[in-house]
């Protein structure tokens, strides 16, 4: 851990059903966090009153995806303005999941980040690589074409958390090493030093995710430029979420 204060999310993904959101949400309430974390959590839309109804504030709360622009005649989509209507501070961008699934690009991924954070939802911005573009030796390329249309589109990045999550290690419980994971952030902040500025590099925090569970957190948590954690099947366990958080360094 380096840069600014540690920062622990769980992306819940679409997951969980009211009863095990409830016990989910108890089992955060009593757990015990240290203080020096910034913990987001990140339900599916449809739960997301319910949690800021019953979480305890010390934990804020992310949507996993939102519409490029102003809300109005467009089904299915859910607006910044709604998010802050309810409470819910984040926003999860970018996700692989979302790109390689769905099909969202660079573009329309930085033009969503710039909506949002102009109605002051903050962003967690993903970023990462395929296994075969690791294997071809490109991921510093692609991560870099993703933080590219990333800053394209951002101009103040202190609502802006990055998270390098390798698509390789993504819920396949095959975690990127602690040296894997910091050649990439430290790779991504001297990008930033480039092409943003030597203040953000060194000020925004570059998390990691894909398959971070109880055991592999403290390792990767040592490492100077892995500044927390974007957590995926592990943030839906109370105690294993607990560890997490609390591996800060
Ligand atoms: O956004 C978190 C993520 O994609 C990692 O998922 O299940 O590998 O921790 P998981």
Known sequence: AGSGKFFVGGNWKCNGTKDSVSKLVSELNAATLETDVDVVVAPPFIYIDQVKNSLTDRIEISAQNVWIGKGGAYTGEISAEQLVDIGCQWVILGHSERRHIIGEDDEFI????????????????????????????????????????????????????????????????????????????????????????????????????????????????????????????????????????????
């Not at 994971?181 to 925004?204: F, G, I, Y």
């Not at 592999?216 to 366990?237: P, Q």
Request: include cysteine.
């Open 110 to 249: 930085g033009k969503k980040a710039a909506y949002a954070l102009s109605q002051n939802v903050k962003v967690i911005a993903c970023i990462g690589e395929l296994l075969e573009e690791r294997e071809a030796g490109k991921t510093f390329d692609v991560c870099f074409k993703q933080m590219k249309a990333f800053a394209d589109s951002i101009s103040n990045w202190a609502d802006v958390v990055i998270a390098y999550e390798p698509v390789w290690a993504i819920g396949t419980g095959k975690v990127a090493t602690p040296e894997q994971a910091q050649e990439v952030h430290a790779a991504v902040r001297d990008w930033l030093k480039t092409n943003v500025s030597p203040d953000v590099a060194s000020s925004v925090r570059i998390i990691y995710g894909g398959s971070v569970n109880s055991a592999n957190c403290a390792e990767l948590a040592k490492k100077e430029d892995i500044d927390g954690f974007l957590v995926g099947g592990a943030s839906l366990k109370g105690p294993d979420f607990t560890t997490i958080i609390n591996s800060v360094t």
